[in-house]
């Protein structure tokens, strides 16, 4: 009997955008997800998801929204075998409270200051979502302020989910169209989403100013901006972020030593990447 791989290896995932409207086979998404966790399995210690992992989710007293099965039966699997499971949450599923945390096994994250700084392995990183951190418009501040707001979660609870769902991923189409241009091609051939150039410079500011106060830290780990990148902040720090789900399945594998950006490709075994 082949003995099994030892489970050493964190795994970074953001953006997935599950149940979102303009994704064109919502069922082949799902499973593509669902096939990169189940392939992780055998080896990973950790599971990081930083934001966006679903397009909305709202969870009301005793209704949680429909849909996610396969996704939620592997993170249970997941979990059940071993794996921490953390969770930041992004500016799409900010309103996850405690039923994912207490069906599954997770750990919810919404950390204030938008990132929060984790010892991973003996390695220091700096994670979050990106939608919290560098300088963003004000409107932008306002409404993710507005979102937080346990009196305003508390009224929009009061309203029936036929309203609030709809209205939600309509929102979600809207403004990805709005932000987003058409894919171009990188120099590897693949696809990837064009990114204004302010969101990027502010991140790109935010990580040399938090490297600044936490010389320490080795990796800054976000999500939010849909492109995958991976650029030294000093000669001892690195950038990621960790692209999306929608035109490409990259992550990111951290195994106690060295955190490589990769994309997932099914069949493949994401720990040899």
């Known amino acids: 009997m082949t003995s099994s791989p030892a489970r050493t290896r964190t795994y970074f995932i953001s953006d997935l955008h599950l149940g979102a409207g303009y994704i064109a086979d919502p069922r082949a998404h799902e499973q593509a997800v669902v096939a990169f966790l ?48 953390i969770w930041f949450t992004g500016n799409h599923d900010i309103w996850l409270f405690d039923y994912l945390r207490d069906e599954i096994g997770l750990k919810v994250v919404d950390p204030a200051a938008g990132y929060e700084l984790r010892d991973i392995d003996g390695t220091l990183f700096c994670l979050g979502h990106g939608d919290g951190v ?8 306002f409404l993710r302020a507005l979102f937080r707001n346990r009196l305003c979660q508390k009224l929009f609870a009061g309203i029936h989910p036929r309203w609030t769902v709809g209205f939600a991923h309509s929102w979600s189409s809207h403004s990805r169209k709005g932000y987003l241009a058409r894919p171009k091609p990188d120099p590897s051939g693949v696809e990837t989403e064009r990114i204004g150039a ?20 080795r990796y800054i780990v976000m999500g939010h901006l849909h492109a995958a990148i991976d650029e030294p902040v000093s000669d001892s720090c690195r950038l990621i972020v960790l692209g999306n789900w929608i035109s490409r399945h990259t992550y990111a594998v951290f195994d106690g030593t060295t955190l490589r950006l990769a994309e997932y490709s099914p069949g493949t075994d994401p720990a040899n990447l």
């Open 38 to 85: 189940e392939a992780i399995a055998p080896t990973a210690r950790r599971l990081y998801l930083l934001g966006d992992v679903l397009d909305y989710w709202f969870e009301y007293r005793s209704v949680v929204p429909r849909g996610y099965v396969r996704f939620f039966g592997a993170l249970a699997r997941l979990a059940d075998s071993g794996t921490e499971i």
């Open 134 to 141: 560098g300088r963003q418009p004000a409107g932008f501040r």
């Open 198 to 217: 302010k969101p990027r410079a502010s991140l790109e500011v935010f990580a040399r100013q938090t490297l600044a106060e936490h010389p320490e830290l």
